[in-house]
T-cell receptor, first 113, second 115 residues
Framework: KQEVTQIPAALSVPEGENLVLNCSFT??????LQWFRQDPGKGLTSLLL?????REQTSGRLNASLDKSSGRSTLYIAASQPGDSATYLC????????????FGSGTQLTVLP | GAVVSQHPSRVICKSGTSVKIECRSL??????MFWYRQFPKKSLMLMAT?????????EQGVEKDKFLINHASLTLSTLTVTSAHPEDSSFYIC???????????FGQGTRLTVV
């Protein structure tokens, strides 16, 4: 059974810092990995999606990497801003017929002004 | 990206009553919809997967008679929490995919509070 772990559970940084969020998964047979942002009491917004054949994806100040063989992904946020404060979730979609996402428990990020 | 709308965003109900949550795909036909439950500071737990026109597939431990899922059209799925109890209080989120929309898009979530 796939398990997804995110470390740290919470992170607080001053504005302007670069930071890295970590995600690890136990079963490397994945179809893709996705990073989401969730604001308090809100739904999920997809940030980046990395296919299993890719090693990284970039969008603006965000860069996500994937090392499938070691079961790890990182989300790098450059020049953090208070508006980046949210919970960041990673989720993996397995390869094969079962296509439901398995989510990590998230990293709650606070960027202090 | 595709838009998924969930309604209501918040609902408070009395213990013993039933509550219906709607999930709509606004600009695509959702052949598959997923319902998740999220506890505070916890991950999203998949409750069930529904395909349009057929019965939902429930995850282990989810009571299908308590959490009724209907996916009667390609743009609407509903989750009804029957005879709600305070322990059913949670954040419920739907997602949908279909056609050319290969990845699932998420609704805004519904905060259910049972008093």
């Amino acid at each position: 059974k796939q398990e997804v772990t995110q470390i740290p559970a919470a992170l607080s940084v001053p504005e302007g810092e670069n930071l890295v969020l970590n995600c690890s998964f136990t079963d490397s047979a994945i179809y893709n990995l996705q990073w989401f942002r969730q604001d308090p009491g809100k739904g999920l917004t997809s940030l980046l999606l990395i296919q299993s054949s890719q090693r990284e994806q970039t969008s603006g100040r965000l860069n996500a990497s994937l090392d499938k063989s070691s079961g790890r992904s990182t989300l790098y946020i450059a020049a953090s801003q208070p508006g980046d404060s949210a919970t960041y979730l990673c989720a993996v979609k397995p390869s094969g017929s079962a296509r439901q996402l398995t989510f990590g428990s998230g990293t709650q990020l606070t960027v202090l002004p | 990206g595709a838009v998924v709308s969930q309604h209501p965003s918040r609902v408070i109900c009395k213990s013993g009553t039933s509550v219906k949550i709607e999930c709509r795909s606004l600009d695509f036909q959702a052949t598959t919809m997923f319902w998740y439950r999220q506890f505070p500071k916890k991950s999203l737990m998949l409750m069930a997967t529904s395909n349009e026109g057929s019965k939902a597939t429930y995850e282990q431990g989810v009571e299908k008679d308590k959490f009724l899922i209907n996916h009667a059209s390609l743009t609407l799925s509903t989750l009804t929490v029957t005879s709600a109890h305070p322990e059913d209080s949670s954040f419920y989120i739907c997602s949908a995919r279909g056609g050319e929309v290969r990845e699932a898009f998420f609704g805004q979530g519904t905060r259910l509070t049972v008093v």
